[in-house]
């Protein structure tokens, strides 16, 4: 059984910063993927960044330069951070952590709402 549980989100001005958290706890074996997508009103759900097993990172366009993910593996929680940057009003989403353990794995966070007013 996976836990994915996220925290930090809220409400903030256009140019403000937010740091999102994903800490992820039980049978976690090894990581294949982690990632934080985003699911604004009326539209789909789109990957916004992702970290590897290996750290590698990858970004959207729409955020590349702004946002930073980042993942710190502890004993039994790993946590993924996003650190957001220059935030603007088209940000304004549920933002969801994800976690493949494997291939085949994939579990959802229950979502933090982020909302940036102009």
């Known amino acids: 059984q996976v836990q994915l549980v996220e925290s930090g989100g809220g409400l903030v001005q256009a140019g403000g910063s937010l740091r999102l958290s994903c800490a992820a706890s039980?049978?976690?074996?090894?990581?294949?993927?982690m990632g934080w997508y985003r699911q604004a009103p009326g539209k789909q759900r789109e990957l916004v960044a992702a970290?590897?097993?290996?750290?590698?990172?990858?970004?959207a366009d729409s955020v590349k330069g702004r946002f930073t993910i980042s993942r710190d593996n502890a004993k039994n929680t790993i946590t993924m951070y996003l650190q957001m940057n220059s935030l603007k009003p088209e940000d304004t989403a549920v933002y969801y952590c994800?976690?493949?353990?494997?291939?085949?794995?994939?579990?959802w966070g229950q979502g933090t709402q982020v909302t940036v007013s102009s």
């Open positions: 994800n976690l493949k353990p494997t291939w085949y794995q994939n579990y």
């Open positions: 039980g049978s976690i074996f090894s990581i294949h993927f």
């Open positions: 970290i590897t097993g290996d750290g590698s990172t990858n970004y």
